[in-house]
Each structure stands twice: as structure tokens, then as C-alpha cells.
């Protein structure tokens, strides 16, 4: 059975708080009551991020790792993570975070000059133009909703 909620993250040489960050993670995901999954994606770290990251897999199936090569930049790895939710919760259900619609939601970006970016790397590992509006803010406001009634 998927998971009602799905939550990724990139992680570039974070070694030193990947340990602390998936036990504040699961504690918070724990505390909503559904079902869910974290998804990380290494994008190449140099460090012992990704040996940590499949440690996490290994004590937890709720845990999923994809592993970059090398590094090909955060937006990248989103578009990798993204990918990941939709293929476990559907297209529909997959809204990225923005205040741009008036609702309140944790960082994603350090500026919204990078959602072209972001529609690049999405368009690039096989989304629809279509699909990657919707993840884009079409579907934020009614998953938000969904995920919090």
C-alpha cells in the first residue's frame, strides 16, 4: 500500500546532519498520523551522506535513497524526488509548496527565479508540459488541503 504522504529532500555533503535531520523528520511525519515516506536524494556527495542515507534504509522501509553518480545540482535532485512522489501517490496529489497562491509553506526556493529551472529539470527526466504545471502550483492548494483535513 503507497503512503498517504510523501516528503523529499536533496542532500549534497550533509554528513554531519543527516543523523539529527531524519530523527526531527520522522518525529514530525510520525506526528501526523498517516502513512508516509522520505525520500532523499544524494546528488553526489563526497562525504558519508549517501553510506548514511542507505544505513536509515536499511532500519527503516519507510526510507527510499536515489543516488547520484556526481553532482548535478539541487534542481536536479528535486526533479528526481519529485518524480519518486508522483510515482507512489499519482500526479494529482503531488503539489510543490509556494506562497504564491496566499498559503504558507516551508522553503523551497531561494528565489522564484528558479521555478524555470525547476520546469526544466522536471520536463527533462519525462513530466508533460501539463504535469509540470500542475506540480508547479496547480495542484498545491487542493493537496494542501487534503493533506491537512
Known amino acids: 500500500m503507497n503512503p ?12 554531519e546532519n543527516l543523523s539529527r535531520l531524519n530523527e526531527k523528520i520522522f518525529q514530525a ?3 501526523l498520523g498517516h502513512s508516509f515516506e522520505v525520500i532523499y536524494v544524494d546528488d553526489g556527495s563526497a562525504d558519508r551522506s549517501l553510506e548514511l542515507l542507505k544505513g536509515f534504509a536499511a532500519i527503516d522501509r519507510r526510507v527510499r535513497v536515489i543516488a547520484f553518480r556526481r553532482n548535478y545540482g539541487q534542481t536536479a535532485a528535486m526533479a528526481a524526488g519529485i518524480a519518486r512522489m508522483v510515482d507512489v501517490v499519482g500526479i494529482d496529489h503531488v503539489g510543490l509548496g509556494s506562497d504564491m497562491l496566499g498559503l504558507t509553506s516551508p522553503s523551497v526556493f531561494s528565489s522564484y527565479r528558479e521555478l524555470p ?3 526544466d529539470a522536471l520536463l527533462a527526466v519525462g513530466f508533460r508540459l501539463d504535469d509540470a504545471a500542475k506540480i508547479l502550483g496547480g495542484n498545491y ?3 494542501f488541503a487534503a493533506s491537512v483535513g
Open 29 to 31: 511525519m510520525e506526528g
Open 117 to 119: 529551472e525547476l520546469a
Open 4 to 15: 498517504k504522504l510523501s516528503l523529499f529532500l536533496p542532500v549534497y555533503n550533509e554528513e
Open 141 to 143: 492548494a487542493r493537496v
